[in-house]
């Protein structure tokens, strides 16, 4: 049996129609499954009965199970979700002033292994296909009965490493006949895999990228993001500089700052000179606190000098209000596994 989730608008009408239904009939299936969030095809009452049953033995509409919620004092609320193997992946909703936002996951675990981020320290588990990424924005707003107005795919895994189904999933996500949120809407970030880069940026599409930078000069970074020991800032930002020319789209580039490590007002001003000329934003994110790492001093005592100093070089910065801290659900804090202690919390 094939997900529906997992297959895109176009794909899934083909083979409605392949299985001898009218080619009206897909867009009525979509419309229960995307609009009103209905999942039994029993239930769609403009689908004979022939035809529901016809279309579950083909299709299943699996979507993950909520098996855990947290919620956070500022209104955040993460989800433990469990896939139809047994893994376990996270998401976090977000409420904001338009409206409802969810970081999704796009691998269970990650193998980028940054040294500041929680996710990748049991390693990568396995890829999400399109419609377990799909699925976590369904089975949220079914659970909180809210609508998802943006999707950052921000959560657990590197998007770029699991590249098909992501660009599987952001079709489910912006098409009209799918969950219809608008491409302007949707952000994916990446630890920096060039060669995802340069093939999103010759997708040509409206989503946004994201870039975690972190560091200015290869030896520094290598040394948080062993990524960088493969691809290196320059190749980064020529990457960068290559979608911003196909797309022109503004970048964001998300820089985390590390007591003692790379918050320096040098760092600042090095930063500066390196995205000189870029359309480009800088995201400053003073380091969320992961188990078993520790720093020296206060995260976020340098964002003030950090934003001037960007600022008075021209470049566009803003620091990250970060949601959900006390549940463990901010950037870097979310991990594939549900033996944490955060989720034994009573
Ligand atoms: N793999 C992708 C997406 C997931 S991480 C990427 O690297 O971009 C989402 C963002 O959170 C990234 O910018 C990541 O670098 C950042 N992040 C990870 N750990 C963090 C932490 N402890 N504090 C603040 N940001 C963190």
């Given amino acids: 049996m094939i997900n529906i989730f997992d297959l895109t608008p176009d794909e899934a009408a083909g083979e409605i129609k392949g299985m001898g239904l009218q080619a009206y009939k897909a867009g009525q299936v979509f419309e229960w499954l995307y609009k009103k969030r209905v999942l039994d095809f ?13 279309l579950g033995s083909v299709f299943k509409t699996d979507i993950p199970s909520v098996e855990r919620t947290l919620e956070s004092t500022d209104g955040t609320i993460k989800y433990l979700f469990g896939l139809s193997d047994g893994n376990m992946i ?22 980028m292994n940054c040294s500041f981020c929680a996710s990748g320290k049991d390693g990568l588990e396995r890829n999400l296909t399109a419609g377990e990424m799909t699925g976590q924005i369904m089975a949220s707003e079914i659970s909180s009965g809210t609508h998802i107005s943006r999707i950052v795919v921000m959560g657990t895994g590197e998007p770029f490493d699991n590249y098909d189904n992501l660009l599987r999933f952001l079709d489910i996500a912006a098409n009209p006949k799918g969950l219809g949120i608008g491409q302007r809407r949707i952000t994916v970030s990446t630890c920096g895999l060039v060669p995802g880069i340069i093939r999103f940026a010759d997708y040509g599409s409206q989503v946004n990228l994201a870039i975690s930078l972190h560091e200015t000069d290869n030896e520094s970074r290598s040394r948080i993001m062993p990524v960088n020991k493969k691809y290196p800032i320059e ?3 020529k990457a960068c500089r290559y979608y911003v020319e196909k797309t022109n789209r503004r970048i964001s580039f998300e820089y985390a700052l590390i007591p003692g490590v790379n918050d320096s007002p040098a760092k ?45 070089h021209g470049i566009h910065v803003t620091v990250r209000r970060e949601l959900g801290g006390d549940i463990e659900a901010a950037c870097g804090q979310l991990r594939r596994s549900h033996a944490d202690e955060i989720w034994r919390r009573d």
């Fill in 42 to 54: 029993s239930r769609m009452t403009n689908i004979s009965k022939s035809d529901a049953r016809k």
């Fill in 90 to 111: 996270e998401s976090v909703l977000m409420k904001y002033s338009y409206g409802y936002s969810l970081c999704i996951s796009s691998q269970a675990g990650c193998r």
């Fill in 235 to 237: 190749e980064v930002l």
């Fill in 268 to 312: 600042a001003l090095e930063l500066a000179h390196l995205l000189k000329g870029m359309l480009c934003y800088v995201n400053i994110i003073p380091v969320n606190l992961i188990k078993g790492v520790e720093y020296k001093g206060n995260p976020g005592k340098n964002a003030a000098v950090f934003y001037d100093i960007l600022g008075k």
